[in-house]
């Protein structure tokens, strides 16, 4: 591999996911995954196999669905954890194993309860067993921003002699500042005796911030690897984002000496993808993907990019696939129609039944929409999991009465494994009626943590995509819905989670913060 590619390592499907209320579906999964391909990113983590069987159904899936990216699953340093990864990559083309054993005193100490003896021994053990299975090996030093500069090289010098070819140094807890960080990977880098035999990659968090700053200091200071999620998607504060740091080292290309095989035109739409599918919309002012990313409201800015696009835009809305295409489909169109330009965004239906369903709410909003666009689309086939709309509970119908200084009501229908309950309730406004009509029926003892209404498109006939999070013992959810009415749109996100709730079950074993 040329020494000025720098490797794009997404970790959406399993850092990214770790957000409260992000967790996916398999097809949700297989979907983000074959959109990251299609964008050309180098390794894929796929997730943490040990974690559950959904996890590892889902890494076994996109292991045998991926081709032109390598498939990576997460591995604690044990036995175990590096055999379950294993056998859950054993059909992909391109398979790494990434195991990883916190290095930092405190964790060390408080969390491990081993000696620095007893982790470097245990990471070793790790990586040469991983090597048993496959060529491509990462090693993480979880908690490097706050290890010890001599105990790091001690730890990765022996983990390149047993056949770590990858090796990363985290900012787990999003510690770090620029220019000290990248101070750390050069050391790193000089210090210790073989560090030519493997690549070193970054893996920052965004506590303070600094997440793309640090990753892009340690480029700058040889790393050759970022590691990075969609829309800055993970735990806490999220992972630093993989657009900002593609557009980053592609901008500024006067100081990077590196170049990425991204194909960045697919930005704008992955990024929508994971939005809808999560329920994690972006925020307008986010940078490379936000709505007012490439907007201009000042008039001194509008009157310099239509004299000269450059003085206000130092990269092209194109570029990073800001260009939207009216579909030509309406509700004369045919499946074969709708098939095609749904498999283009990245969607493959595995059973007629499934292409009907979807084919059937395309026809329904296309006797609402004039003009159908690729976030319509998505928003359709995405905010109606395929694989959920079988759930326990569905929306049969429903109804709202609002009027000016009367209290709304709503009336809602809604089918429990196949039969069918109706409930009325008063609210505070019509969504609150409907969310209390709904208990109602379900009982679910869920707390609504976060409702929030975005608008897919423009215009007053624009799906409006809403998201409901709910929590229950400890799990969160988020729940999505899409409709050209608002309310309807509640009512479906609202079902959406509780399906989940019903769905899915905790995971058996924490996932970890690399």
């Given amino acids: 591999m040329s020494s000025n590619h720098l490797v794009i390592f997404d970790t959406t499907l399993r850092d990214g996911e770790q957000s409260p209320g992000a967790s996916m579906t398999k097809i949700e999964k297989l979907r983000i995954a074959k959109a990251l391909e299609k964008m050309q990113v180098d390794v894929i983590e796929a997730g943490f196999a040990i974690a559950s069987q959904g996890d590892f159904d889902a890494v076994k899936a996109i292991a045998e669905a991926v081709m032109d990216s390598t498939v990576c699953s997460l591995a604690r340093a044990l036995d ?10 054993h059909g992909a083309k391109s398979a790494r194993i990434h195991t990883f054993i916190a290095t930092s005193p405190i964790h060390m100490q408080y969390k491990l309860q081993m000696e620095p003896d007893q982790v470097v021994e245990q990471a070793v053990k790790a990586v040469k067993r991983a090597r048993q299975y496959t060529d491509d090996v990462e090693f993480s030093c979880e908690d490097a921003g706050r290890s010890e500069l001599d105990f790091l090289c001690r730890i990765i010098e022996q983990a390149i002699a047993a056949g770590a070819g990858t090796i990363n140094i985290p900012d787990t807890v999003g510690y770090a500042i620029p220019e000290q960080f990248g101070n750390t990977i050069r050391q790193l880098m000089e210090k ?5 035999k493997a690549i070193f990659s970054v893996h920052c968090h965004n506590d303070l911030g600094l997440a793309v700053a640090n990753s892009l200091a340690a480029v700058r200071c040889g790393a050759r690897q970022v590691e990075c999620t969609i829309n800055g998607l993970g735990e806490r504060a999220g992972n630093a984002a993989l657009e900002e740091i593609v557009m980053g080292v592609k901008t500024r290309a006067d100081l990077f000496e590196v170049e990425t095989q991204l194909n960045t035109q697919h930005i704008v739409p992955t990024s929508r993808l994971v939005s809808t ?22 008039g001194i800015h509008q009157d310099g990019v239509i004299k000269h696009r450059e003085t206000y835009e130092i990269m092209q809305a194109q570029d990073v696939g800001w260009h939207r295409n009216a579909l030509v489909l309406g509700k004369h169109s045919g499946r074969n129609a709708f098939r095609t330009r749904l498999q283009e965004l990245g969607y493959n239906f595995e059973t007629e039944s499934e292409l009907n369903e979807a084919f059937a709410r395309f026809k329904d909003l296309a006797d609402k929409k004039h003009e159908i666009f690729d976030e319509d689309l998505q928003a359709l086939v995405s905010g109606n999991s395929l694989d959920d709309t079988q759930g326990r509970y569905r929306l049969v119908c429903m109804s709202v009465n609002i009027e000016t200084g009367v209290i709304p009501d709503a009336k809602v229908t809604i089918s429990i494994d196949g039969k069918e309950h109706t409930s009325n309730s008063k609210g505070g406004g019509p969504v609150d009626a409907t969310y209390r009509a709904i208990e109602k029926i379900v009982h679910s003892g869920a707390n609504l943590q976060l409702y929030s209404v975005n608008n897919i498109t423009s215009g007053t006939d624009s799906q409006g995509e809403v998201t409901a999070r709910l929590e229950l013992d400890g799990r969160i959810v988020n729940g999505v819905g899409s409709d050209t009415d608002i309310v ?3 009512g479906k996100a609202y079902i959406h989670a509780l399906n989940l709730l019903y769905k899915h079950q905790v995971k058996q074993l924490p996932q970890s913060d690399v």
């Fill in 80 to 89: 175990k954890d590096i055999d379950r990864a294993a056998e859950a990559l």
């Fill in 192 to 196: 210790i005796p073989n560090a030519d």
């Fill in 277 to 298: 599918i999560t329920g994690f919309p972006v925020q307008p002012n986010k940078a490379i993907v936000g709505l007012n990313a490439f907007a201009h409201e000042s």
């Fill in 488 to 490: 309807i749109a509640s």
